[in-house]
Nanobody
Framework: QVQLVESGGGTVQPGGSLKLTCVAS????????MSWYRQDPDKPRELVAR???????DYAESVKGRFTISRDSTKRTWYLQMNSLKPDDTAVYVC?????????????WGRGTQVTVSS
């Protein structure tokens, strides 16, 4: 079964940085999009950043200029570099991907990694 696993979360002071990693494993034929969402109990789920297999990127307005999404297609891995972190960035960050396996194009979610921005 395809699995997505995040790592790199933690607690950081305002203005600090974190780098999140998502690794996909399983019988994957092709990656189409790789994304990061964040979830907060008080807010709806938000798309933070997305990158396509063609390296097109999309960011939430609130993180433009601070976050950078990148990928390593050889390793089926993508990253979210987060700089100038703010308390409002506190959330569970979850990776997501549209990909194809033997059953066709499907989407998968990771379990999430907690990011806390606090002094």
């Amino acid at each position: 079964q395809v699995q997505l696993v995040e790592s790199g979360g933690g607690t950081v002071q305002p203005g600090g940085s974190l780098k999140l990693t998502c690794v996909a494993s399983g019988n994957i034929l092709r990656m189409y999009t790789m994304s990061w969402y964040r979830q907060d109990p008080d807010k709806p789920r938000e798309l933070v950043a997305r990158i396509s297999s063609g390296s097109n990127t999309d960011y939430a307005e609130s993180v433009k200029g601070r976050f950078t999404i990148s990928r390593d297609s050889t390793k089926r891995t993508w990253y979210l570099q987060m700089n100038s972190l703010k308390p409002d960035d506190t959330a569970v960050y979850v990776c997501h991907s549209y990909l194809s396996d033997r059953l066709g194009v499907r989407d998968f979610w990771g379990r999430g990694t907690q990011v806390t921005v606090s002094s």
